[in-house]
């Protein structure tokens, strides 16, 4: 039963707020990977939202009709749930191999939402983000994780590999900088590895 607005007791506390973190190991990401690897479902939701700065309600929005026919290198095209405006992603290896894997997992329509519940409707954020814990917690991961994790994970990685944070900020349709390095707690990290220096 839900609760009625303003009275959920699991609400942070006015001012404060709960973020949650990216999967910063490799092997952490394979586990959960491996761990999914008979729900195609699970797998393709884990897979396209690490390799992509689409938020969960966008990867939630995506219908069928859109991926059927992507190839490697395409791009899929979401409309961004905060700014309305479209947002285009070019597609690797393994988000297109997850999505056929799905696609041919079940009968679907050109309509039909990709990532169904068990009663063939649309997922909702909060399954995602209890799906997320669950996966993390699975393989005794510690922090806090959510929804938001997947969409970090890309964030995390690309950073690691070089990526520049005005191309991440794009990417993630963030207004500044500052906002991006907060969003995957980059400042904090950095600040940290100044003082690790021993003299």
């Given at each position: ?23 910063r ?44 026919d ?6 899929l ?18 988000a ?33 983000s ?12 510690e ?57």
């Amino acid at each position: 039963m839900g609760f009625q607005k303003g009275e959920n007791p699991h609400r942070p506390a006015p001012g404060s707020s709960i973020k949650v973190q990216p999967i910063r190991l490799k092997k952490d990401i394979e586990t959960i990977k491996n761990n999914l690897a008979d729900n195609p479902r699970d797998y393709c939701l884990f897979v396209l939202g690490i390799n992509t700065a689409f938020r969960a309600n966008e990867l939630l929005s995506i219908r069928v009709g859109q991926v059927r026919d992507l190839k490697v290198g395409d791009v899929l095209d979401v409309r961004q749930s905060k700014t309305k405006a479209y947002r285009q992603v070019t597609l690797n290896r393994k988000a297109v191999e997850a999505i056929q894997t799905l696609l041919r997992s079940r009968s679907f329509e050109g309509e039909d939402f990709l990532f169904f519940s068990r009663w063939g409707e649309r997922l909702g954020v909060p399954e995602v983000s209890r799906k997320v814990k669950g996966w993390c917690q699975d393989i005794r991961l510690e922090g806090n994780y959510g929804s938001h994790s997947l969409r970090k994970t890309w964030g995390f990685w690309q950073y690691k590999r070089g990526t520049p944070i005005p191309l991440l900020m794009e990417a993630f349709g963030h207004q500044t900088q500052r906002q991006t390095m907060a969003y995957l707690g980059i400042q904090a990290m950095e600040v940290a590895q100044i003082f690790e220096m021993e003299l």
